[in-house]
């Protein structure tokens, strides 16, 4: 076997005096290195507000999961809908639930409305309110947490406009439960208006693809 040189021999006994220093310092660029991930990711973040989330996560259509903390339905104004019958955006206040907890949260018996994502059904808009409690608000009271794809924004009303995934019932695994295309099978709804991106509204590049798969729907569901 080779002895090791003066140089080989200095150099492991330098190692094996400062070996708890080297783990130290890997531990650490490791944890450096999860740190920078994690904040390029935001997996620890929680979006309280419309400009909290981030630009890339609406572009990239990003999926998120929330507590549904109320439902609003919005009566639009005549002149943005077609025909003498009202029609309503379905708004839910969300809190947002991170990819991934540092530590466990106290839940809180109630939540600040500032505090909470307000969430705008994307695409449809409903027709009536008669049988939607059944539809939506009993399912959603059930099941508060939800999950949400991200579509556009609003920057001018500060609301999301996502489509919005009911939890699905265990021996129901294989049933669509995207809100938007429940309501248009039901027939409570219509799709939407399409609208552009402009100085106050943004989508992004998947939209297009969503909005004529609703547009099917309603054909294919559409009462004669």
């Known amino acids: 076997m080779k002895k090791p040189t003066d140089l080989e021999s200095r150099i492991l ?9 080297i783990q130290y310092s890997v531990y650490t660029v490791g944890l450096i290195g999860l740190a920078i991930i994690a904040r390029s990711t935001h997996i620890f973040n929680k979006f309280t507000s419309a400009k909290s989330v981030p630009r890339e996560f609406i572009r990239k259509a990003v999926k998120l999961q929330g507590k549904v903390n109320g439902i ?54 409903l027709t009536t ?11 959603v009271e059930s099941n508060p947490t939800i999950w949400f794809r991200l579509y556009g924004l609003n920057c001018e009303t500060n609301h999301i406009y996502a489509s919005i995934f009911l939890k699905r019932a265990w021996w129901k695994f294989w049933v669509e439960r995207d809100l938007a295309l429940i309501i248009l099978k039901q027939n409570k709804g219509i799709v939407s208006p399409y609208l552009t991106n402009s100085q106050h509204i943004y989508f992004n590049e998947k939209y297009p693809a969503y909005y004529r798969k609703l547009l099917y729907c309603e054909i294919k569901y559409r009462k004669l």
């Open 129 to 139: 309110l008669e049988g939607v409690d059944n539809l939506i608000k009993i399912p």
């Open 13 to 21: 006994e330098i190692l094996d005096s400062n070996i708890r220093l």
């Open 72 to 125: 609003e339905y919005c009566q639009l104004p005549l002149q943005q809908v077609e025909g003498h019958q009202p029609n309503y955006a379905l708004r839910f206040n969300v809190e947002h639930i991170p990819i991934a907890r540092l530590l466990p949260w106290k839940d809180r018996k109630a939540l600040e409305k500032s505090f909470l994502l307000d969430i705008e059904l994307v695409g449809v808009h």
